[in-house]
């Protein structure tokens, strides 16, 4: 059973506009998200991160959402540009002392496409 | 620079041979872990160690060891018993257990011949 799902494989946009990237979870013990961006035959990198006592964090060109009623987070990018191609996966997990980094749960990859 | 290195890159192996995997950092992080990517799969967790010698089951130890003799050294041995060995095989790091950033290394890809 799935607990973090991304449930678009790709996604195809043009350089310039918004990508917008979706992540759901089931497990309401949930309160931290993270996500990864990887390029292939690389491990994945940190990109940005939430906790559930915020709904938006915002990081230069990202920024996460987090509906916790909705179970639901998302990643945008503005402006999206050709370096972003990457597999983005969304991760969770509940805080100490119910999980810690062992506990990380992560969704199977969604790959953005930035056409020029 | 800081960071993890995973070698060799690339692996073959055959049919009923053991192989170990290599992972160091030098990021002065306690805990470590060795997670499996499959195609179109997300990333699921083999072994961690939170400290030097000791380390806990994944979601799927069963057919893999490991060892934390250093702190910065956790290999992962893919032993003859692991069914589907085949896959891409990623170490990765973090300050402690209860940090959940997570630092990787670049990947090595095992194929079993």
């Known amino acids: 059973d799935q607990q973090v799902k991304q449930n678009s494989p790709s996604l195809s946009v043009q350089e310039g506009r918004i990508s917008i990237l979706n992540c759901d979870y089931t497990n309401s013990m949930f309160d931290y998200f993270l996500w990864y961006k990887k390029y292939p035959a690389e491990g994945p990198t940190f990109l940005i991160s939430i906790s559930s006592i915020k709904d938006k964090n915002e990081d230069g060109r990202f920024t996460v959402f987090l509906n916790k009623s909705a179970k639901h987070l998302s990643l945008h990018i503005v402006p999206s540009q050709p370096g972003d191609s990457a597999v983005y996966f969304c991760?969770?997990?509940?805080?100490?002392?119910?999980?810690?980094?062992?506990?990380?749960?992560f969704g199977k990859g969604t790959k953005l496409t930035v056409n020029p | 620079d800081g960071g993890i290195t995973q070698s060799p890159k690339y692996l073959f192996r055959k049919e009923g041979q053991n192989v170990t995997l290599s992972c160091e950092q030098n990021l002065n992080h306690d805990a470590m872990y060795w997670y499996r990517q499959d195609p179109g799969q997300g990333l699921r967790l083999i072994y961690y160690s939170q400290i030097v010698n000791d380390f806990q089951k994944g979601d799927i130890a069963e057919g893999y060891s490991v060892s934390r003799e250093k702190k910065e050294s956790f290999p992962l041995t893919v032993t003859s018993a692991q069914k589907n060995p085949t896959a891409f095989y990623l170490c990765a790091s973090s300050i402690s257990l209860h940090i959940g950033e997570l630092f990787f290394g670049e990947g090595s890809r095992l194929t079993v011949l």
């Open positions: 991760a969770a997990s509940s805080r100490p002392p119910q999980g810690g980094s062992e506990k990380l749960v």
